[in-house]
């Protein structure tokens, strides 16, 4: 399968403080990667869809403005997590589109966020 | 109804003996289908994918697709303890998005 990595794989910040986590394909080239968040034992949520070269499009309920995502390159998507408080606090986990098969999607290990 | 439906679990299962999952799916022209694995505290690994009626097998695990009953299954055979895992039923949307059910937590007793 398609390889998709994530970094940080977790990360302990302070209440206030901003949070960059990265997501990359890494034998592939994406044009659309996804953002999603899951809370414990809860289902996986999709926050946006981040698109090359043009602007994400969040989901409904999901601020646009606390939850910054950049996808500048066809290798490259990057999320945002502005002014953190502790609610924030989830594992996050990008995917993304091989384009091998029809709509197979490949998922990055997480990012385990955690908002003192 | 909901898109993608799913038996929460768990699902408990003897070592040796075949689990069966199932899934159900509103949207009659969905054309592909897929089975995710996901470890506690891990992301969903793709384990399966099917796009035609019928069976596919690949090792242990065997995907069976039925369109005019908007069915899609998930059989593992010779259950090992490793295989203890939340199973996420998965369905690409008309825009493209994969609309997961809620997933069926499968729990090998050894």
């Known amino acids: 399968g398609a390889v998709v990595s994530q970094h940080p794989s977790w990360v302990i910040c302070k209440s206030g403080t901003s949070v960059k986590i990265e997501c990359r394909s890494l034998d592939f080239q994406a044009t659309t990667m996804f953002w999603y968040r899951q809370f414990p034992k809860q289902s996986l949520m999709l926050m946006a869809t981040?698109?090359?070269?043009?602007?994400?499009?969040?989901e409904q309920g999901v601020e646009k403005d606390k939850f910054l995502i950049n996808h500048a390159s066809l290798t490259l998507s990057t999320l945002t997590v502005t002014s953190a408080h502790p609610e924030d606090s989830s594992f996050y986990i990008c995917s993304a589109f091989s384009g091998r098969s029809y709509n197979e999607q490949f998922f990055g290990p997480g990012t385990r966020l955690t908002v003192l | 109804q909901k898109e993608v439906e799913q038996n929460s679990g768990p699902l408990s299962v003897p070592e040796g003996a075949i689990a069966s999952l199932n899934c159900t799916y509103s949207?009659?022209?969905?054309?592909?289908f897929f089975w995710y694995r996901q470890y506690s505290g891990k992301s969903p690994e793709l384990i399966m994918s099917i796009y035609s009626n019928g069976d596919k097998e690949d090792g242990r695990f065997t995907a069976q697709l039925n369109k005019a009953s908007q069915y899609v299954s998930l059989l593992i055979r010779d259950s090992q303890p490793s295989d203890s895992a939340t199973y996420l039923c998965a369905v690409p949307n008309r825009d493209d998005k994969i609309i997961f059910g809620k997933g069926t937590r499968l729990h090998i007793l050894p």
């Open positions: 949207d009659r022209v969905s054309q592909s």
């Open positions: 981040s698109n090359e070269g043009s602007k994400a499009t969040y």
